[in-house]
């Protein structure tokens, strides 16, 4: 079956080192991968998207890879600061919807 | 105006009860969906709709009943819901959905604390 992974349910950080998040997919090859951030009790917001045919997108201190040979894609966060922690999901399309991923809570730490 | 809308903020209810959650978009987005998100878990797909008609239905209980009265409004009726379907409801819309070439970037409310005693 068609599956998207986040590996890490949890990531911890301390404040100004890049934050790093990992995304696999298996059986299938996206044309896209979209990341969202999720705050506890709110819905998710949409960051970025990247097609299969770009290496990289960036927006200001965010940077997503695309590498369709490992089938993954990495999501950074530089700079980090505690204001974004929050719980982030990678998203694959399916017909005429979204799967999220399990999502990987990030906490930076002060 | 980029925002979607939910109401109630928070619903509580009984085993017994009927009630609505609603949603509302001015995006000009011609593709709604519901979903149900337990804690630490990811959002879970229920209902879309695509140009005010239901495209999908991911098995979800009839309890559960959607109604799209325009393409600006969505609706989720509940009825006779069970204490496990407590959860926060998300209600989203996306500009264009990939059957027409476009991506399905959606755009998420607030959603609605549901509880059911």
């Known amino acids: 079956s068609q599956k998207i992974e986040q590996n890490s349910e949890a990531l911890n950080i301390q404040e100004g080192k890049t934050a790093t998040l990992t995304c696999n997919y298996t059986n299938y090859s996206p044309a896209y991968l979209q990341w969202y951030r999720q705050d506890p009790g709110r819905g998710p917001v949409f960051l970025l998207l990247i097609r299969e045919n770009e290496k990289e997108k960036r927006k200001e201190r965010l940077k997503v890879t695309f590498d369709t040979t490992l089938k993954q894609s990495l999501f950074h966060i530089t700079a980090s600061q505690p204001a974004d922690s929050a719980t982030y999901l990678c998203a694959r399309s399916g017909a005429n919807n979204l799967f999220f991923g399990t999502g990987t809570r990030l906490t930076v730490i002060p | 105006d980029t925002e979607v809308t939910q109401t109630p903020k928070h619903l509580v209810m009984g085993m017994t009860n009927k009630k609505s959650l609603k949603c509302e978009q001015h995006?000009?987005?011609?593709?709604m969906y519901w979903y149900k998100q337990k804690a630490k878990k990811p959002p879970e797909l229920m209902f879309v709709?695509?140009?005010?008609?239901?495209?999908i239905n991911e098995s979800v209980p009839s309890r559960f009943s959607p109604e799209c009265p325009n393409s600006s409004l969505l609706n989720l009726h509940l009825h006779a819901l069970q204490p496990e379907d407590s959860a926060l409801y998300l209600c989203?819309?996306?500009?264009?959905?990939?059957?027409?070439?476009?991506?399905?970037?959606?755009?998420f409310g607030p959603g609605t604390r549901l509880t059911v005693l």
């Open positions: 709709y695509s140009y005010e008609k239901l495209s």
């Open positions: 989203a819309s996306s500009q264009d959905s990939i059957l027409l070439g476009g991506t399905d970037t959606q755009y």
């Open positions: 995006m000009g987005h011609r593709a």
